[in-house]
């Protein structure tokens, strides 16, 4: 309700934003607006309390007057409006802004219209943000399919990448080309997608960081995104705002000693596809400030249609938090209590086209298709006429922000966090454990953790390395974990530590109890150095937030543009083959399954069989860049070692080697076991030994990373397979029978290993959904993986009987007629890992 007392305040706002335009005629020139872009008393009274702090400051920016640059910016902003509902509606563009005729319009008009007009002012305001202050911001956006708005100032600004600007111009054929490519669903010569064009953010959109698919991931990463010294600008939607638990809990990592500026942006337009959003419903945008509020952020509201409100709104988050940032330094209190600047642009769903504000605005707003329906295209051309700008205006809007040089900032697209140049300055040694000279004889085994390997080169790696920031995102137990020398070393992230307890204000260490939040701290901090750390059955959280990660650094790959960030680590611990003492839901291998689905050169998954293995996979994802490693690693401290240093490095290089100690006759070969995990291969080799007992020829090899094996989908698979005569080497034509043991559930390994499946001579053993409160031995028993499944399963490859390889008793426990402890499993099993 309106007071007595706001009027007041609204009277004296008035006179004193007519005063100012009285003294500065520029001024008025701007406030006067832009067809459907006008500019409210709040927003000019922000506006020039942000001119008298510039001029204050000296701050001239590119060197174009302020006023000259948000008279331009309104006109750019109209003229990408009118760009936008041309790309979803028109098949022919037109610069003399005519009325269009049927035959003008697409048959099968498609876009996110309304969420992208929305978008249009905000990605002009913070151009304009950029040329005010001379300084290029990077930026993000979560509402991927809102690119349009991208798109469609970058082509009128010539911010284009390579792509784009081979196609596109501003021409009535390079924009008719433009409208025409968006949603054409047209295949080149090559076979794929022939637009540079999406749906949603890609590739070939310029400082484009993120699809944007996943709506809610953004909120999650964009705190652990920028350096000290860089700034970046977020855009968010009030819809993914429902998403993802954890966009709440920004203030709590936010610091400015190691952390670069941040303005979140939420772009407030109250409507998802069908419905208000949960927000609106609630009570829109004053109960969103209090939300806000209670989390620990300074709300700033703003008008979301006017591109000088984002512009002010950028200026004014940024010197709030620096001044947030230089108390909490001074102040040295125990609590890093930080009011976190937020903005709240506020505008109806689609705004400025015809439609604004209802359901039809998110994506087709017209409501019919003017290719069709008169009413509709009337309706569009009476829109579009009022976001139409003369080209002689828009060319003189054009030239203000042209002027990136003089004040030797980057053009837009190549924003510092869009081109990541990380490497490690200095390789720390590769550690390793002894291993038996006898491999051959079990009892001889010496044992360790194999998570320690992780804990010990990630933190060797760190510390040698202390220009590159460190983050790991960890959902709970990293002692568990064997994580407890990184845990001690770099701390956990907490607001107020608590005495006794390895917690800092500027700890590395993101730990909440959701993983998804953990998991985008480490894929968001692509200047530092990272690693996830998970329970292996609830990684399967963070599968669409690692999903999004690899499909966008593949087609950057695949565009000709590698990233040049280091590669990030995902470790899944407390597996399935481990973790019985939780019951089945902790006992799930499918992260590796799905990992393993994707482009296995961008999304590697790797099994490490001990401890050595382990710490070469540590040191190797390190010297790897753009690529994502899904690690699968044993904690429990009765793993064997069994891999020397040198053969550890090498298994990294290969992908799969022959055990040439193991095995009986292994060049006369009738079968050939293959382990792939570490329990695994503690079960191959007592098979082998079996068989060697019962002088059947076979041999034993180890296969770390399985993707490196199948049948190649693309070019980057392809260069990464191995070599074929490794292939031929390990799996000879010759020897058809084949038996793979393996940590994951048989089907999809097989599936990927299709290129050395024989056929009915060819049988994979592992994770078959069965599980319980076992130990170790009790899950490879009910999973019909111990050495004695894999005994009778070679048997059958071979066409003997069981019978000549097992004993009665044995048979007896496999078929289920008595107890298999002491026969099988050991009777002095190992405790459970905890």
């Not at 872009?37 to 060197?63: F, K, N, P």
């Not at 993000?140 to 009128?156: E, R, T």
């Not at 709970?476 to 064997?482: A, H, I, L």
């Amino acid at each position: 309700m309106t007071t007595q007392s706001d009027r007041v305040e609204a009277i004296r706002a008035e006179e004193q934003v007519a005063l100012y335009c009285q003294q500065h005629p520029e001024a008025a020139e701007w406030a006067a607006g832009y067809g459907v872009i006008s500019h409210s008393i709040e927003t000019q009274a922000r506006v020039y309390q942000m001119a008298d702090l510039l001029a204050e400051r000296r701050i001239a920016g590119d060197g174009i007057p302020l006023f000259e640059l948000l008279h331009a910016s309104d006109r750019i902003a109209s003229a990408a409006m009118w760009l936008v509902v041309h790309q979803t509606y028109v098949q022919h563009a037109y610069l003399d802004g005519r009325d269009l005729s049927a035959a003008d319009f697409k048959p099968h008009p498609e876009g996110h219209t309304g969420g992208s007009l929305n978008m249009v002012p905000a990605y002009v305001g913070y151009m304009a943000a950029n040329a005010i202050s001379g300084l290029t911001r990077s930026w993000i956006m979560g509402q991927g399919h809102c690119v349009a708005a991208i798109d469609s100032v970058n082509l009128i600004l010539d911010n284009m990448t390579t792509a784009h600007a081979a196609r596109y111009s501003l021409t009535d054929a390079g924009l008719t080309r433009y409208a025409q490519d968006f949603y054409s669903y047209c295949l080149g010569a090559d076979g794929k997608q022939d637009s540079p064009l999406g749906s949603h953010i890609n590739a070939n959109t310029a400082g484009g960081l993120v699809e944007g698919g996943y709506l809610g991931f953004t909120e999650l990463q964009y705190v652990h995104m920028p350096l000290p010294g860089e700034r970046l600008v977020t855009f968010l939607s009030d819809g993914a705002f429902e998403e993802q638990r954890g966009s709440d809990w920004i203030p709590r990592w936010w610091r400015g000693e190691d952390s670069g500026l941040i303005t979140p942006i939420m772009i407030n337009n109250g409507r998802r596809i069908d419905q208000e959003t949960t927000m609106a419903q609630e009570g829109g945008t004053e109960w969103f400030t209090r939300h806000l509020q209670l989390y620990g952020f300074d709300p700033i509201v703003f008008d979301g249609r006017d591109p000088a409100a984002f512009a002010w709104a950028i200026f004014e988050m940024e010197n709030r938090l620096l001044a947030e940032a230089q108390a909490m330094a001074e102040s040295g209190e125990g609590c890093y209590n930080v009011s976190l600047p937020y903005g709240v642009a506020c505008a109806p769903k689609g705004a400025g086209f015809y439609g604004e504000g209802t359901n039809q605005a998110h994506n087709l707003p017209l409501g019919a298709n003017p290719h069709e329906d008169v009413t509709a295209a009337h309706n569009f051309n009476e829109s579009a006429r009022r976001l139409w700008v003369p080209p002689v205006e828009l060319d003189k809007a054009i030239a203000a922000f042209q002027h990136h040089a003089a004040a030797g900032r980057p053009r837009e697209r190549d924003h510092a966090l869009a081109h990541r140049e990380v490497t490690l300055h200095e390789l720390p040694s590769t550690l390793s454990r002894p291993i038996s000279d006898t491999p051959q004889d079990l009892s001889t085994w010496v044992r360790h953790s194999p998570m320690a390997a992780v804990d010990d080169m990630f933190l060797a790696t760190c510390q040698a390395n202390p220009h590159l920031r460190p983050r790991v995102g960890n959902p709970d137990e990293m002692r568990s974990n064997r994580m407890s020398n990184t845990l001690e070393a770099l701390k956990f992230r907490v607001v107020s530590p608590e005495p006794g307890i390895p917690e800092s204000h500027h700890g590395a260490v993101i730990t909440a109890l959701n993983e998804e939040a953990v998991a985008n701290a480490a894929l968001a901090n692509k200047g530092g150095i990272n690693l996830i750390v998970s329970y292996e059955a609830f990684a399967t959280k963070m599968h669409g937030a690692m999903r999004q990660e690899i499909i966008f650094a593949n087609h950057l790959s695949e565009g000709g543009r590698p990233q040049h960030w280091l590669s990030v680590p995902l470790v899944l611990t407390s597996h399935a083959w481990e973790n019985g003492k939780n019951e089945q839901s902790h006992q799930d291998t499918m992260m590796a399954e799905a990992m393993m689905n994707e482009a296995s050169n961008v999304s590697r998954v790797l099994f490490p069989a001990d401890y050595n293995t382990a710490a070469a996979a540590m040191s190797a994802v390190y010297q790897t860049q753009g690529q994502f490693w899904t690690i699968v690693v044993a904690k429990a401290d009765a793993v064997a070692n069994l891999f020397t240093a040198a053969e550890a490095s090498q298994l990294i290089a290969d992908g799969a080697m022959r055990l040439d100690w193991a095995g009986y006759r292994p060049d006369e070969a009738q079968l050939v076991l293959t382990a792939i995990g570490a329990y695994q291969l503690e079960q191959t080799l007592r098979a082998s030994a079996r068989l060697a007992e019962r002088s059947i020829p076979h041999a034993v090899v180890y296969m770390l990373e399985p993707g490196r094996f199948r049948q190649p989908r693309s070019a980057g698979e392809q260069a990464h397979l191995a070599s074929q005569s490794l292939r031929d080497t390990l799996y000879p034509a010759s020897v058809t029978a084949r038996v793979f043991v393996t940590h994951t559930r048989p089907e999809p390994l097989l599936g990927t290993l299709q290129p050395l499946n024989t056929g009915p001579q060819t049988v994979a053993l592992g994770f078959i959904n069965q599980g319980g409160t076992l130990n170790t031995a009790g899950m490879l028993f009910v999973n019909r993986a111990t050495w004695a499944h894999i005994v009778q399963v070679a048997a059958r490859t071979l066409g003997l009987s069981a019978e000549e390889l097992l004993s009665v008793a044995e048979l007896d426990a496999l078929a289920g007629k008595v107890n298999p402890t002491g026969i099988i499993i050991p009777a002095d099993q190992p405790e459970v890992s905890q």
